[in-house]
């Protein structure tokens, strides 16, 4: 039976994997290597001493996704505003785990003080606009040629979500 849950340090190390592949292969992340456990860790920490980092995990294969809510930047002003992120494992992708991480994600936020949630997309990524979409996010602004990975140009799309 699949599980969404808070992730704990014993997540950490799969955390990693399903990061570490976007990071060696896509344009997901802009980061260009791979995070250890030890970073990843006190992102983890850093996260979820305000919001949530939650983990997509079941009986067959453990943890095969994550999604969470981190500040979307550091001034006071923007306290009520969080970015979203979500991670599936490669080998998992189309199943619905994004779906129900973002799910879980927005009804937990529901219940703070948030008020704006953001969340990038980049490249050309029509799942990843589906999935904001889905949720009634709206495309808000679009970065042409804003990052340089694996030697192209890619572009980063934003969508908004404004909290009831």
Known sequence: MPLIRSAHPDDVERICEIYNHYVRHGVATFEESAVSREEMRGRIDEVQQQFFWLVYEDD???????????????????????????????????????????????????????????????????????????FGFRQVARFEEIGHKFGQWIAVTYFQLLLA
């Open 60 to 134: 067959a294969d453990g943890v095969i996704g994550y999604a969470y809510a981190a500040k979307w930047k550091t001034r006071s002003a923007y306290r009520f505003s969080v970015e979203t992120s979500v991670y599936i494992d490669a080998a998992q992708c189309g199943r619905g785990i994004g779906k129900a991480l973002y799910a879980e994600l927005l009804a937990r936020l529901r219940g703070t003080d948030v008020h704006s949630v953001v969340g990038g997309v980049a490249g050309d990524n029509p799942a990843s606009v589906a999935l904001h979409e889905s």
